[in-house]
């Protein structure tokens, strides 16, 4: 079974948007796969009978505080300890979920990828990535997509070699 965790608070209209995303998603996962959705759970629990949606299609882990978009990432990764990024964190290195994703503060999401998750030994610094649709129905690897502002020479470097290999 794949527990997949998606922080239900992080992002533009959330949790509104999280939610109708996860519920989307349904049709889309294998039917051993399990969503954990990591918030505010009275505020989950309400959109999703909002939406028609039993809630027992859903795993909920409950947290009490939001890492903001206007937080200090690290500050906040460290002072908001039951935040859901913080919390969905936890619950990766944990190995209680298989992998976590979030719309919300991109510095906090790499400040967790760096401290509780933990960067494979000569990495520098990890490369947010994404794929995208390019001719002939084909798609290509587009490398730092989001954070860096002033990205070293070695660090670029190594991005490239990183890209090359997931690509």
Known sequence: M????IDAMGGDFAPEVAIEGAIMSLAKIDKDSRIVLFGDEKRIVELLKKHNCPVSN???VHTSQVI???DHPARAFV???DSSMTVGFRHLAEGKIDGFASAGSTGAMMVGCMQVIKPIKGVIRPVISTLM???MNRRGLLL???L???AKPEVLAQYGLLGSIFA
């Open 2 to 5: 794949i527990r997949i965790g």
């Open 58 to 60: 859903f795993d909920i």
């Open 68 to 70: 903001e978009m206007g």
């Open 79 to 81: 002072a908001k300890k």
């Open 133 to 135: 649709p390019i001719v």
């Open 144 to 146: 730092d997509v989001g």
């Open 148 to 150: 860096n502002v002033d």
